[in-house]
Nanobody, 121 residues
Framework: QVQLVESGGGLVQVGGSLRLSCAAS????????MGWYRQTPGKQRELVAR???????NYGEAVWERFTVSRDNTKNTVFLQMNMLKPEDTAVYYC???????????????WGQGTQVTVST
């Protein structure tokens, strides 16, 4: 059983910063990419940022140069540093990871429960 547990969401004013964390636990042989998606009511879930085991990363266009994704491979944890927050960043943020539970298994994609980020004017 693999679990992703997120933390760090909350309420922040426009222009402020927040840092999200997501820790993977359970049966984990290896983790390929880890990252963050976000969703608002009535819209599709969209990629915010993703980081690969080697350290390369890609970002959604809306957060480019404001958000930074990083990971601690020793702790199976991914972080999202969000700066210069805007009202349109308000959403539920979901952690996502491509994990291989055992050496003989395939890679599966897992999701966290989501954490609310609200940016107020």
């Amino acid at each position: 059983q693999v679990q992703l547990v997120e933390s760090g969401g909350g309420l922040v004013q426009v222009g402020g910063s927040l840092r999200l964390s997501c820790a993977a636990s359970g049966s984990i042989f290896s983790i390929d990419n880890m990252g963050w998606y976000r969703q608002t009511p009535g819209k599709q879930r969209e990629l915010v940022a993703r980081i690969y085991s080697g350290g390369s990363a890609n970002y959604g266009e809306a957060v480019w140069e404001r958000f930074t994704v990083s990971r601690d491979n020793t702790k199976n944890t991914v972080f999202l540093q969000m700066n210069m927050l805007k009202p349109e960043d308000t959403a539920v943020y979901y952690c996502n990871a491509a994990i291989r539970p055992t050496s003989s298994s395939a890679t599966f994609r897992y999701w966290g429960q989501g954490t609310q980020v609200t940016v107020s004017t």
